[in-house]
């Protein structure tokens, strides 16, 4: 059969894909787009991406005309318009003769959801509508403020935020995070700038990080290069890390937890009882804080999440963990967490997220 025409049933079989797909040529262009890659991208022409990085190992691996394909995850580095990101890819190489070919690169993605916030995210990023709020966490007995959460908000663009609990998931296992965590560190910056100023000197400031994060040895070096760039002290900065999956290696994560301990940076386990997050982790993990996840508290009246709490409790007092209550909204919350044995807390009781005008504003 004629290559063209092979290729033209190629793209015509793909065109509706779910999944995005995009054919790449060894000079970097891309020859060609599905609707959902059109989609993700908003492209106007297709001259508006272009692959930048990609594995050489790949590329220069044409020409065996009979072997299944070998990569089933490679990032690559993606220029749209004005921004560069890794994502997430499958490389499929397509042999034309022995010496060329050209790649047909699908961009890892699961679902129609993914899709849209993969797009919505692509979308922030590039028309920086990223920012950051701030709330406190807070010692239940003597109301001092121990730390500080920041938490992502991305503008919808129509004067709203998109829901981090549904967009975050979807993107988290996209190095496209790697955008988010160096505009968040950005932004940060203006937090320590103040910190002092505001009385908030001895509270560690908590950036939330996906467990995918910790694992990659590139990103531990961006906290940790952060920490020293702006000669923080110890437990100045912390990193809240949530599992949306179970850690594919526990001793990768752990390791990776240790260099980001030994530099100072404070680690708290996130989400504590909810999803993957398990005492296999408070037992294997050099963690410093314990956070129990706020549906906890939300059913703390009922007999046996009481006695849950009142475990975890006993179990962080045991191993010498700080323990963080979240989703404490009243005052008999408060009290109930209390006397489980949760000192500190978080909750829009004590605070609610604002933006960093507001802690410049008001005494805290
Ligand atoms: P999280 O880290 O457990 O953050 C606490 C969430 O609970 C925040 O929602 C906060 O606004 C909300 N919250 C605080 N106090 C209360 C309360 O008293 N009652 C109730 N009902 N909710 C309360 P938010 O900002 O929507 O964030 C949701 C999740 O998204 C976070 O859960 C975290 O897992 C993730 N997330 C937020 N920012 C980032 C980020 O910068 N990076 C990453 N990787 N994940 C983030
Ligand atoms: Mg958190
Ligand atoms: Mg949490």
């Not at 009882?273 to 398990?278: F, R």
């Amino acid at each position: 059969m004629h290559t063209d025409q092979e290729l033209n049933y190629l793209t015509k079989s793909l065109l509706h894909h779910p999944s995005p797909y995009i054919i790449y040529e060894l000079d970097g262009s891309i020859a060609w787009a599905n609707i959902a890659a059109n989609y993700i991208f908003n492209l106007d022409s297709l001259d508006e991406l272009s692959v930048v990085k990609i594995d050489e190992k790949i590329t220069n691996n044409f020409g065996d005309l009979d072997s299944i394909a070998l990569y089933y995850d490679t990032p690559i580095e993606i220029s749209l318009r004005k921004i560069n990101f890794f994502m997430r890819t499958r490389v499929h190489m397509i042999p034309v003769d022995l010496s060329n070919g050209i790649m047909l690169i699908e961009l890892l993605c699961t679902s129609r959801s993914g899709l849209d916030a993969l797009r919505k995210t692509i979308d922030c990023i590039e028309h920086q509508r990223i920012e950051l709020a701030y709330q406190k966490q807070v010692n239940l007995e003597t109301n001092e403020i121990t730390g500080i959460e920041a938490l992502l908000r991305l503008q919808d663009g129509d004067g709203g935020y998109l829901p981090n609990d549904q967009i975050i998931p979807q993107i988290e296992g996209e190095s496209l995070f790697s955008l988010v965590v160096l505009e968040s560190l950005v932004q940060l910056e203006k937090f320590f700038a103040i910190k002092e100023e505001i009385g908030l000197k001895d509270a560690t400031l908590y950036l939330n990080v996906s467990a995918h994060t910790i694992m990659h040895p590139e990103f531990c070096s961006i906290f940790t290069d952060f920490v020293e760039k702006h000669k923080l002290g110890s437990n100045q900065f912390g990193l809240e890390v949530t599992e949306t999956a179970e850690l594919a290696d526990i001793n990768v994560a752990s390791e990776s937890l240790s260099f980001l301990k030994s530099k100072g940076i404070k680690i708290a386990l996130d989400d504590f009882g909810a999803g993957y997050a398990s005492l296999k982790y408070v037992r294997d993990l050099p963690i410093d804080v314990v956070k129990l996840d706020k549906h906890f508290t939300f059913n703390a009246s009922d007999p046996s999440t009481a006695r849950l709490i009142s475990f975890v409790s006993e179990v962080c007092a045991d191993l010498e963990l700080e323990m963080i209550g979240e989703g404490i909204e009243t005052e008999v919350d408060k009290q109930m967490m209390l006397d489980l044995g949760c000192k500190i807390g978080q909750g829009y009781l004590m605070h609610r997220p604002d933006f960093l005008d507001s802690f410049k504003n008001k005494e805290t």
